[in-house]
C-alpha cells in the first residue's frame, strides 16, 4: 500500500506544484508521516521531480508555448545550481533550509502584488537581469527544494513572461537543478529507488494533467493560486520553526 500512498502524492503534488508551485508542500510533509528517511525523501522528491518536469516541459513545447533558445539560456544556470545545491546540503541544517526559504517566498510574495509594466501575454524572453536568481533558486532547489517553482514563477511572471511560458520554463529549469541534484544523491548512497519510482509514475501523471488543464484558468485564478500556495508554505515554514525552537 505504501507505494500507492506515493503514487497519490506524486500526482496530487506536482499537478498543484505545476500550476502554481510549492508542490513541496505537499509531498514533503506527506512522506514525513510514513517515517521514511529525510535523505530519502528530498533525493527521491528530486529523482521525480526531473522526470514530471521533463515531461510538462516537452508537452509546453511542442506546443510552442515557450522558446527552446530562452530555456537554453537559463537551463545551464539551473543545472550548475542544482550541483552546487546538492554538494552544499550536507553542510547545512532542514532548520536554516527552512528559514532561507521563508524569507525567499516573503520577497517573492511581495512582487506578485506589485504591478507589472508590461502584460504577461506579451513576452517569452527572459531579461539577463533574472539569470541569476535563476541561479540561486536551482542553488536552493538541489538544496532541498519546496518553493522553487513558486518563486520561479513569481520571477518570470515579474519579468514580463506569459504564464504559460513560466510554467514550462520552470519545469526545464527544475528538470535541470533536479538532474544535478539526483546525480550528487546518487553518488552519495541517498537515492532508494523503491521510494523515488512510485514517486515519480504519480509525478508525471499529475504533470500531464494539468498542463492540460493550464490554458482553462483565468489570469485573476492564476494570481491568487499563486499567492495562496505562497503564503500557504510560509506558515509552514514559521510553525516549522516555531516547533523546533521550543523543543
Given at each position: 500500500?505504501?507505494?500507492?500512498?506515493?503514487?497519490?502524492?506524486?500526482?496530487?503534488?506536482?499537478?498543484?506544484?505545476?500550476?502554481?508551485?510549492?508542490?513541496?508542500?505537499?509531498?514533503?510533509?506527506?512522506?514525513?508521516?510514513?517515517?521514511?528517511?529525510?535523505?530519502?525523501?528530498?533525493?527521491?522528491n528530486?529523482?521525480?521531480?526531473?522526470?514530471?518536469?521533463?515531461?510538462?516541459f516537452?508537452?509546453?513545447?511542442?506546443?510552442?508555448?515557450?522558446?527552446?533558445?530562452?530555456?537554453?539560456?537559463?537551463?545551464?544556470?539551473?543545472?550548475?545550481?542544482?550541483?552546487?545545491?546538492?554538494?552544499?546540503?550536507?553542510?547545512?541544517?532542514?532548520?536554516?533550509?527552512?528559514?532561507?526559504?521563508?524569507?525567499?517566498?516573503?520577497?517573492?510574495?511581495?512582487?506578485?502584488?506589485?504591478?507589472?509594466?508590461?502584460?504577461?501575454?506579451?513576452?517569452?524572453?527572459?531579461?539577463?537581469k533574472?539569470?541569476?536568481?535563476?541561479?540561486?533558486?536551482?542553488?536552493?532547489?538541489?538544496?532541498?527544494?519546496?518553493?522553487?517553482?513558486?518563486?520561479?514563477?513569481?520571477?518570470?511572471?515579474?519579468?514580463?513572461?506569459?504564464?504559460?511560458a513560466?510554467?514550462?520554463?520552470?519545469?526545464?529549469?527544475?528538470f535541470?537543478?533536479?538532474?544535478?541534484?539526483?546525480?550528487?544523491?546518487?553518488?552519495?548512497?541517498?537515492?532508494?529507488?523503491?521510494?523515488?519510482?512510485?514517486?515519480?509514475?504519480?509525478?508525471?501523471?499529475?504533470?500531464?494533467?494539468?498542463?492540460?488543464?493550464?490554458?482553462?484558468?483565468?489570469?485573476?485564478?492564476?494570481?491568487?493560486?499563486?499567492?495562496?500556495?505562497?503564503?500557504?508554505?510560509?506558515?509552514?515554514?514559521?510553525?516549522?520553526?516555531?516547533?523546533?525552537?521550543?523543543?
Amino acid at each position: 500500500m505504501e507505494w500507492l500512498f506515493l503514487f497519490g502524492i506524486g500526482l496530487i503534488a506536482t499537478f498543484v506544484g505545476t500550476l502554481s508551485g510549492s508542490g513541496g508542500l505537499i509531498n514533503f510533509p506527506s512522506m514525513m508521516l510514513l517515517g521514511l528517511p529525510i535523505h530519502s525523501i528530498i533525493s527521491a522528491n528530486k529523482f521525480s521531480n526531473m522526470l514530471s518536469s521533463f515531461s510538462s516541459f516537452f508537452v509546453l513545447l511542442k506546443r510552442k508555448e515557450l522558446s527552446m533558445k530562452e530555456a537554453l539560456k537559463t537551463g545551464p544556470i539551473a543545472l550548475t545550481g542544482g550541483v552546487l545545491g546538492g554538494l552544499f546540503a550536507s553542510s547545512l541544517s532542514q532548520q536554516a533550509l527552512q528559514l532561507f526559504a521563508g524569507g525567499m517566498l516573503l520577497v517573492a510574495l511581495t512582487l506578485s502584488f506589485m504591478k507589472k509594466k508590461q502584460s504577461i501575454h506579451l513576452s517569452h524572453k527572459v531579461p539577463t537581469k533574472a539569470l541569476p536568481f535563476v541561479g540561486l533558486i536551482g542553488w536552493y532547489d538541489g538544496t532541498f527544494g519546496p518553493g522553487q517553482a513558486t518563486l520561479q514563477m513569481h520571477l518570470f511572471r515579474h519579468s514580463g513572461i506569459s504564464y504559460l511560458a513560466s510554467i514550462g520554463l520552470t519545469r526545464f529549469n527544475t528538470f535541470l537543478s533536479c538532474t544535478g541534484a539526483v546525480i550528487v544523491y546518487s553518488l552519495s548512497g541517498h537515492l532508494n529507488m523503491a521510494i523515488a519510482l512510485p514517486l515519480a509514475a504519480g509525478s508525471i501523471t499529475g504533470a500531464q494533467i494539468s498542463v492540460r488543464m493550464a490554458n482553462k484558468l483565468s489570469l485573476v485564478q492564476i494570481n491568487w493560486l499563486l499567492r495562496s500556495m505562497t503564503i500557504l508554505l510560509i506558515l509552514q515554514v514559521c510553525c516549522y520553526s516555531l516547533f523546533k525552537t521550543q523543543f
